[in-house]
């Protein structure tokens, strides 16, 4: 029935519409004789109103396009047009970036049948596709969160899409990175990245793919646009000199920082939190640095004691025997001077990773070791047996005591 | 006639029956003040210590913010160390006085006053066993037990070596100017072991032989009101008894019996102590064993 009405309405006021506006009629007055209600559902039950007033201020209605300049099916000459029409084709006019989504993630899962993967129209919107450089443009910098949220933010198309990396959105909403894009100061929020300033825009790429922005290989690169200064200590430190030499394991940026959590440095929960970062390499000096009392502290939860990058620095980290290191033998006093104004060359002889159960490291903590525990042995061992014999004979006591009526 | 504990009581005993009601003194008012500072100072230094040996449990994490955080707990640590390290130096001085000002410094050195071990000391340990094991009677002891003894000696033992190298750890920079540096990796691992000994023995083994055993339980108020019963005299330390009888000293040391309100001041006091005390073991049990 309802396919006839509209076709019916359409024949109706098609001569009206040509003769009395002929003045100041634009050239999309046929088609939202139709689209211009934005209650109207076409044949197929799917909404297909068309906000007029938005599409003039859009950025190809400010252009003075034609709806047939993108519904390229649709012709004056066949009126009503086809129930259902083609999908627009922005390759027409927008030849590179359709290319360059096409050969990506979001394009290739389309072309392979997802249906959710995103589209064109899924981060630019249809008819009131506003240009990037608009504040209220869904891919507007400030906004770009929120329109990559609509998938990678949401909890149920995460899951039933098996997004990669899970609700990333949401950790990177509370990141630096984040929280700097919200921030009230415009040169703060301007220069916080968003998701696209590492994933590139239309070239999304997976990280499997070599030429990926965040494969990992390239990841420093990407972290370094920014971070230019901190990128170059990096490579000349140690991490990055075995990165430079092909080592598999070598840490990059997001090793250390995560890729969506990013943490401002300066926060005492980062602080203590990378620790365990570096654990996850160098688990035999956690251990270690767990029985100092510097380990003790933080692991207590207050950072007002060292870490492991208070002493090693953390993108100039060498290693000890090199002379440039901060723990190195020429440095260690003047490193160890940042906490503790008047240490010594004496002082610093404390190993902060000193291991009571390693001899040759350290001999004398592990007989010291030794000997408090035959000590601590000894002593609970004998009044252990003491103590449990005393109360067995002295309960027996008592009960005949009572037994006996006193 | 036997005594309370199923043990046949001296002659002495005999001659001044048991419950007669009298009170004598045993501890002075400094020694009863010493032992509730010293208390206090060691569970105020075990509670704000101990987080530091198990920083990975939640109760050491609740623990510290109580104390105000990290540095709150390092005050009152701190503060409790410097005070016991004043009583016990106190001590040494007047046990020192008062072996000068009386006739023979052989009398702290020496004899049932003195806190060093003797060959009695031995024997009662290989008796105190034979008893517990029914093998013979219940020694007999004079004023101060072996394992009273051993409590005291290793408060002296801990002292040294907790005190020691809780102040290199205090002021590690002056005493890296004697020492090297990995002294301190060895004072910071000695201080935590010996925290562990002394805590674990006197919330435990000290507990137990002071307060908690059947005869004491659940505490023995001698410490706080400083007054022991005729009964109790004669029962625990016969030997002490008989000696102050044939010295003539016993009538000497007759005071009142000690008062209600004394008492009740003991009782929360120790009360107090032994549930703190009691608390953290439970907690170091928990800690060990998961």
């Known amino acids: 029935m309802r396919p006839f009405l509209v076709a019916f309405l359409v024949a109706m006021t098609l001569p009206i519409a040509g003769t009395a506006n002929a003045q100041t009629a634009g050239p999309n007055d046929t088609c939202l004789m139709c689209h211009a209600d934005l209650s109207a559902k076409g044949a197929t039950g799917k909404a297909i109103g068309v906000d007029k007033d938005k599409f003039a201020t859009s950025v190809h209605g400010s252009l003075g396009l034609k709806c047939t300049d993108c519904h390229r099916d649709v012709s004056a000459a066949k009126l009503p047009h086809e129930p259902t029409l083609k999908p627009v084709d922005c390759a027409v006019c927008h030849e590179a970036p359709v290319k360059e989504y096409a050969s990506t993630v979001h394009g290739k899962a389309r072309a392979g049948g997802n249906k959710v993967a995103a589209s064109c129209a899924n981060c630019h919107g249809t008819h009131d596709i506003l240009p990037s450089k608009d504040a209220k443009s869904r891919t507007n910098h400030a906004n770009l969160e929120s329109t990559c949220a609509a998938c990678h933010g949401n909890d149920a198309m995460v899951k039933s899409a098996h997004l990669p990396g899970g609700n990333i959105v949401t950790k990177f909403h509370d990141s630096i990175h984040g929280r700097n894009l919200r921030d009230a100061k415009a040169a703060v929020s301007a220069a916080a990245p968003t998701c696209t300033n590492c994933h590139g825009a239309h070239k999304i790429e997976a990280k499997t793919e070599k030429t990926s922005r965040i494969a990992r290989a390239n990841i420093p690169e990407t972290c370094g646009g920014c971070h230019q200064r901190i990128k170059s200590v990096y490579d000349q430190g140690w991490h990055g000199k075995l990165r430079h030499d092909g080592n598999p394991a070598a840490p990059i940026c997001i090793d250390c920082h995560t890729a969506h959590s990013i943490e401002k440095t300066s926060r005492p929960e980062w602080q203590m939190a990378v620790i365990g970062q570096c654990g996850g390499c160098h688990d035999n000096f956690i251990t270690t640095y767990r029985q100092t009392f510097h380990g003790q502290v933080t692991e207590l939860g207050y950072a007002n004691v060292a870490t492991c990058a208070a002493c090693h620095g953390a993108h100039d980290v060498l290693p000890a025997s090199n002379p440039a290191s901060r723990v190195s033998a020429e440095n260690r006093v003047s490193t160890c001077r940042v906490c503790h104004p008047t240490a010594n060359a004496s002082f610093v002889q404390f190993d902060p990773h000193a291991n009571r159960h390693d001899k040759v490291r350290s001999p004398l903590l592990y007989y010291a070791g030794l000997f408090m525990d035959w000590l601590l042995l000894g002593v609970f061992a004998f009044f252990g047996i003491h103590t449990v014999f005393w109360l067995a004979r002295s309960l027996r006591v008592v009960r005949e005591r009572r037994r006996g009526g006193g | ?290």
């Open chain 2, 1 to 290: 006639m036997s005594s309370a504990i199923g043990v046949p009581l001296s002659r002495a005993e005999a001659n001044a029956p048991a419950g007669s009601g009298r009170y004598y003194r045993r501890f002075g008012l400094l020694e009863r003040v010493m032992h509730a500072v010293l208390m206090f100072t060691f569970i105020g230094c075990a509670l704000s210590g101990l987080p530091l040996l198990y920083p990975d449990h939640a109760w050491a994490e609740a623990l510290v913010r109580l104390f105000g955080g990290f540095r709150g707990a390092g005050l009152i640590h701190r503060i409790c160390a410097a005070v016991m390290i004043v009583v016990f130096v106190g001590h040494v001085l007047r046990v020192l006085y008062r072996g000068l000002a009386s006739d023979s410094i052989l009398t702290i050195l020496w004899g049932p006053d003195s806190m060093v071990p003797q060959g009695k000391d031995i024997a009662d340990i290989y008796n105190h066993f034979k008893w517990f094991l029914g093998r013979g009677p219940r020694p007999q002891f004079d004023r101060y037990t072996y394992w009273e003894k051993f409590d005291y000696w290793a408060v002296f033992w801990g002292m040294f070596i907790i005190g020691g190298s809780g102040l290199m750890l205090w002021f590690p920079i002056f005493f890296s100017q004697f020492l090297p540096g990995w002294v301190l990796n060895i004072t910071s691992l000695v201080h935590g072991e010996e925290a562990l000994l002394a805590v674990g023995f006197i919330f435990t083994i000290h507990f137990f032989n002071g307060h908690l055993r059947p005869e004491k339980f659940p505490m023995d108020l001698v410490i706080f009101t400083g007054r022991v019963s005729e009964h109790e005299l004669a029962e625990e330390r016969p030997i002490e008894r008989a000696r102050l009888v044939r010295e003539g000293r016993l009538t000497t040391l007759e005071t009142t019996p000690p008062s209600a309100g004394s008492m009740t001041f003991g009782r929360i006091v120790g009360g107090t102590a032994l549930t703190l005390g009691i608390v953290t073991i439970l907690l170091i049990f928990y800690s060990l064993l998961r």
